[in-house]
């Protein structure tokens, strides 16, 4: 008998697929990005959040410390006051030759007249000088310098580092990686919070919780207070307006001026953070004056030799013919929709030139719905441009509003203390972070979180970083920069690559 062996069938098993890329390792690239980011920017937003915490408070603080040039111990009554054209000449004898940038009629009988000249300083960023004069003798109460005044110092280290052009770019930069740090954040707190991890030493323990705990908290606030900080931003806040202008907006075309071959723009008129138009009126354009005597190389029909309306170089002189300021105001008001003394400041920017017009600017201290920009021809009173809330579009008014918020002013002493909140939001983060990176760093190194080892979950984070650059540019610029460092020197580097991990 023949016996045959048998030997058991081993079940077929198909080959195991490659292992999809797994929570840690995207969380490791993750990690990495918002340690680089933060350790590069987190100077910047310290500086940021100090000086935004301190402007806060301009109004208070400017009305405390000049309330000597600012109020009259005498009220005088309106129907007193001597006419601007007069107590605009008494400040033009204190500084003379200086000419008039804009001037600021007082809100209240105690209240002085604020004409701004020009200073020794000039250029698109000068502030010129502020000389207070009291309206019932026209007699000048006292200058200040507005650009070297204390918060005028605070502002231009919160918007340019002191740096001009340079400086903006950095902080707009640093502005917009705030906003990635804050999305990196919530990711590890999120993917970070189901895995079980070795309980960390009691002292780094409590930096972490307290870091979290304030990134939960305060997180969003942080997030609107970059984003409405935004539009004043060089390269990020000029797109806006572009888009604003190109998107519903109702400016007046340049089709509109067919005698100035480019119009210049309202926001060109005055760099006084005091005496500007608002943002939604900055690239709005100038019409020239159409009313009185060809004179100056200018043509009857509004043209200039140089053709720009409104750009001579006798800037705040008014022209022979030109309307004196009191009766230029007196045949804009029935223009003006609303601006209650108690709740609005009235601005007058002075005619820049033969063709140049009064520009009448209402700056409501809350509601930006209320503000409304005019041109008025300087020989008639006749109102050119009238360019408000009802104007706007809907882009430019969720900037206007966004801009009040930012600055504490649209809710009163509520709004002002969460915008405080945020700024200390963003010290105490960048203060626990920079803490916990001291305590953990291995001596004579960076300590950066180790390198994803999976290329699928490095390219998918670089991908949704990738969609953070184009709609932030300079941050889109500054993470190529960073990719070509890792590429071109970490790796090949071996002594950055020790530091730098």
Not at 23 to 31: G, L
Not at 177 to 182: K, Q, S, T
Not at 235 to 249: F, I, P
Not at 340 to 352: H, R
Request: proline share 9%.
């Amino acid at each position: 008998m023949t016996s045959v062996e048998t030997r058991p069938e081993t079940p077929f098993t198909p080959p195991a697929k490659s292992p999809a890329p797994s929570s840690s390792q995207r969380y490791r690239a993750v990690w990495r990005w918002h340690f680089y980011a933060g350790l590069v920017v987190a100077p910047v937003l310290l500086v940021l959040a100090v000086t935004g915490a301190i402007y806060l408070f301009k109004e208070p603080f400017e009305e405390w410390r000049y309330q000597d040039v600012r109020t009259l111990a005498e009220p005088v009554p309106a129907a007193a006051a001597r006419p601007l054209s007069e107590q605009v000449a008494a400040a033009q004898q204190a500084r003379p030759g200086a000419p008039v940038m804009s001037v600021i009629p007082p809100t209240a009988p105690d209240r002085t007249t604020r004409v701004i000249l020009q200073g020794a300083d000039t250029g698109p960023f000068a502030q010129g000088v502020s000389v207070y004069v009291d309206p019932g003798t026209a007699t000048v109460v006292g200058q200040i310098d507005d650009g070297a005044t204390f918060m005028r110092v605070v502002r231009t280290i919160h918007g340019e580092l002191m740096s001009g052009t340079v400086g903006d770019r950095v902080v707009e930069t640093a502005a917009c990686w705030a906003l990635i740090l804050v999305a990196t954040g919530s990711y590890l707190w999120w993917s970070g919070r189901r895995t079980r991890r070795k309980p960390a030493r009691a002292g780094r323990g409590r930096l972490r919780r307290l870091h979290i705990l304030t990134g939960l908290g305060g997180g969003t606030v942080v997030v609107f207070l970059v984003l409405s900080g935004l539009p004043w931003s060089g390269v990020w806040g000029d797109g806006l307006q572009r888009l604003q202008e190109r998107t519903g907006s109702t400016y007046p075309s340049a089709d509109d001026f067919p005698h100035t071959s480019t119009p210049p723009l309202s926001g060109d008129l005055s760099a006084n953070p005091d005496a500007k138009v608002p943002w939604a009126a900055e690239r709005l354009p100038v019409p020239p004056s159409q009313d009185g005597p060809s004179q100056n190389g200018s043509s009857q029909d509004g043209s200039s030799q140089d053709g720009h309306a409104g750009h001579g170089s006798a800037h705040g002189v008014l022209q022979p013919g030109a309307l004196p300021i009191e009766d230029a105001l007196a045949a804009v008001r029935p223009a003006i929709r609303s601006c209650p003394p108690a709740e609005c400041d009235l601005k007058v920017l002075l005619p820049d030139g033969p063709r140049g017009v009064y520009t009448i600017v209402t700056d409501p201290r809350r509601d930006p719905s209320a503000a409304q920009t005019l041109h008025v021809d300087q020989y008639s009173g006749r109102v050119l441009v009238s360019y408000g809330w009802a104007e706007y579009g809907v882009l430019a008014k969720a900037v206007e509003q966004g801009v009040t918020l930012h600055e504490g002013r649209r809710y009163g002493t509520a709004n002002l203390l969460v915008m405080l909140g945020a700024c200390l939001t963003i010290i105490t983060l960048v203060v626990t972070g920079a803490w916990m990176w001291w305590k953990r760093r291995p001596r004579g190194r960076a300590g950066a979180p180790a390198r994803s080892t999976d290329r699928r979950t490095t390219y998918g984070v670089i991908a949704v970083m990738a969609v953070l650059g184009l709609l932030f540019p300079l941050a889109g610029v500054t993470m190529a920069a960073a990719l070509l460092a890792d590429r071109l020197l970490l790796r090949r580097v071996p002594a950055l690559a020790r530091l730098l991990g």
